[in-house]
């Protein structure tokens, strides 16, 4: 049935959303602490934050399938607060979204707030903008281009996640079962037409959504005619 | 434009003369930053009245000074207050008590070296980014727009501009604040020479107007002779001197082994006479003395002129010259004569006013140069140097 493809990308759509706001929330403040921070800690947070990019999947999906489970404090936790179990769960699958997509969200945002630097915060500063207001008048849209890049990597890498959703979600439909998911299903089921389309549409979809990071972060300078404006020079000047 | 410069209508909205209610008296400074290299301790209260300047040599901590009065500085012990002689004393930080107030709340602007401006905002953006944060406003921004000459590029982009152009939005942005205090941090020190000379009178227009106080830091002491009274000199993280700028000048005359300026006679005196009729301005150095120099037209809109002459411009003569081509001969007392290898420096009082001459040891022994004895100053007029290019 088409339909149950259907849902997986339901489902799919839905935890890259979901993972990419909370991804957004909680890596800016990371990222600018980590932009920030001078002391020797940096080095094993940014390890820590680095460590899904090399790490097979499945070991991550190994120790949060523990650590989901009923047996465990954290499993047991949102099992009180919740009534239901964390393992096989949307939540389960969002949640190892996260942490498996930190370091797509937190390094661009990291390098963009190094590359930023100091001195435009100072000059806001002493013209009577506090931090919040800072980050959101001055640091915001000098870094857009990277927060869009953290977001749709952050997103495009959440679709195409694997081996952490099939050891900590399962294959539950509607809940979740995604579209890398559906896919290995219908391989294993010789359905080979059905796999070739939801494969030839994670392909299309994917690098569209590249094409288009890569469209919005060109410089704005290279469509517009640059003005180079020195009416200055050439008015008469009555200090000489 | 320089209808503008000249006018005396106030830049405030209504007209109120704001000096009237916060003119701040004096800063209190008493601070140590320290870094592995560097140490600065500054303990000096600052009257705050017209523009100080801070001159020092590069890693002489003005830079420093600046940043820990602003809130920038996180390295720093001890205390900063602003002392005001009918408000109670606003503490800016006091590392004892615990109490720093942050930057944003401080209200006081500084004028980077390298503009700062936001790239992110039009020219119009970064004027408008400090008009909207400004509490109590008083300034009116076309008027500011018209004083800093910004009125064509308000709609260009900040990187679109020159280096000229970009520290006036600078300068244009740290007024909109509306601070009580302007700090200067070497603020022509990117910029060519005519915009130098645009900016620096800008400055001065603006300090005048709003009755701004500024401390303005340069490593150009020409730059600081030409807008400030008061000259605080700082070396290796300490005060030097302070005081009335050409006193401290003249002091620095005799400062140690690498002096850290040229030797000179530094002066502000009342010019008597615009052009002689040949060409030559004459200013008047007291009751019976004048001095001669090249004149300028730019001199006619000045009642007082500032000006300067190199110690190694002077010579010293014992009969007064009668058949010489050079015009200036000053009457004079030796007042100290100090030695320095092949070289000695004279300081010789002529009235009140104190000048310094250096000659060789040589022609000191072959005029047999002596304490309290009475000689006559000869210079060119070209000698007497001032800041108008």
Do not use: D, Y
């Given at each position: 049935m088409i339909n149950s493809d259907l849902q997986a990308l339901i489902t799919t759509l839905e935890m890259a959303a979901l993972t990419t706001i909370i991804l957004l929330i909680i890596g800016t403040p990371l990222a600018w602490y980590l932009a920030k921070m001078t002391n020797r800690f940096k080095v094993i947070i940014e390890a820590i934050v680095a460590l899904p990019l090399v790490l097979p999947p499945t070991v991550l999906g190994f120790y949060l399938l523990i650590a989901f489970s009923p047996e465990y404090l954290p499993g047991q936790l949102w099992q009180q607060a919740?009534?239901?179990?964390?393992?096989?769960?949307f939540s389960a699958i969002v949640i190892g979204s996260v942490l498996y997509s930190l370091p797509f969200v937190v390094q661009p945002l990291q390098k963009a707030f190094e590359q930023l630097g100091d001195s435009l915060l100072e000059a806001g500063s002493l013209l009577g903008a506090g931090p919040i207001d800072r980050f959101f008048s001055i640091v915001l849209p000098l870094t857009k281009a990277s927060f869009i890049t953290a977001a749709s990597l952050g997103f495009a890498h959440t679709v195409g996640e694997f081996g952490i959703i099939l050891m900590i979600?399962?294959?539950?439909?509607?809940?979740?079962?995604v579209l890398s998911i559906a896919l290995f299903d219908h391989v294993e089921a010789f359905d080979y037409a059905r796999a070739h389309l939801l494969a030839i549409s994670l392909l299309i979809g994917s690098m569209i959504l590249l094409a288009a990071i890569y469209w919005l972060n060109l410089p704005k300078k290279n469509r517009r005619q640059r003005l180079v404006v020195n009416t200055e020079q050439v008015e008469p000047n009555s200090y000489e | 434009m320089s209808n503008v410069l000249l006018d005396?209508?106030?830049?405030t909205k209504d007209a109120v003369h704001k000096s009237a209610v916060h003119k701040l008296a004096q800063l209190d400074i008493n601070i140590s930053v320290s870094y592995q290299q560097f140490n600065l301790d500054i303990k000096l209260p600052i009257p705050l009245n017209g523009i100080t300047g801070i001159f020092g040599h590069s890693a002489s901590g003005k830079s420093t000074l600046l940043r820990a009065i602003a809130g920038l500085e996180k390295n720093l012990v001890g205390e900063i207050k602003l002392a005001n002689a009918n408000v109670a004393d606003k503490v800016l930080v006091n590392t004892e008590k615990g109490n720093y107030l942050k930057p944003e709340e401080r209200q006081i602007g500084l004028v980077f070296q390298n503009s700062?401006?936001?790239?992110?905002?039009?020219v119009l953006g970064n004027l408008e980014y400090a008009v909207k944060r400004c509490k109590n406003r008083q300034l009116d921004l076309n008027k500011v727009i018209e004083l800093t000459e910004l009125t064509s590029l308000l709609?260009?982009?900040?990187?679109?501009?020159s280096g000229g152009q970009q520290q006036r939005v600078a300068l244009a942005r740290a007024i909109l604040a509306e601070p009580k205090l302007l700090l200067l941090d070497?603020?022509?020190?990117?910029?060519d020479q005519h915009s130098k000379t645009q900016l620096l009178k800008m400055i001065l227009t603006i300090q005048k107007k709003l009755d701004l106080p500024m401390l303005y830091v340069s490593h150009s002491l020409d730059e600081l002779q030409q807008v400030c009274d008061t000259l605080l000199v700082l070396a290796q993280g300490k005060v030097v001197n302070f005081g009335n700028i050409h006193r401290v000048i003249h002091q620095l005359?005799?400062?140690?082994?690498?002096?850290?300026?040229?030797q000179q006679t530094s002066l502000s005196l009342p010019i008597?006479?615009?052009?002689?009729?040949?060409g030559l301005a004459v200013l008047a150095l007291n009751a019976q003395q004048d001095i001669y120099l090249t004149s300028n037209?730019?001199?006619?809109?000045?009642t007082q002129l500032r000006c300067f002459i190199l110690a190694s411009d002077i010579s010293i003569v014992l009969t007064e010259p009668s058949?010489?081509?050079?015009?200036n001969h000053l009457f004079g007392t030796i007042k100290q004569i100090s030695n320095k290898q092949n070289k000695v420096l004279l300081t010789i009082s002529c009235g009140t006013q104190d000048f310094f001459v250096t000659i060789s040891a040589f022609s000191q022994q072959k005029l047999s140069l002596t304490s309290k004895q009475q000689v006559y100053l000869q210079f060119k007029a070209s000698a007497v140097r001032t800041f108008i290019h």
């Open positions: 919740t009534g239901k179990q964390l393992a096989f769960s979600g399962g294959n539950i439909p509607g809940e979740t079962r | 005396n209508t106030p830049l700062r401006l936001f790239e992110h905002l039009s709609e260009h982009q900040v990187n679109e501009l070497e603020p022509l020190s990117a910029l005359n005799n400062f140690g082994e690498n002096p850290l300026i040229h008597r006479q615009f052009n002689n009729g040949h037209k730019a001199f006619e809109n000045q058949n010489s081509s050079i015009v």
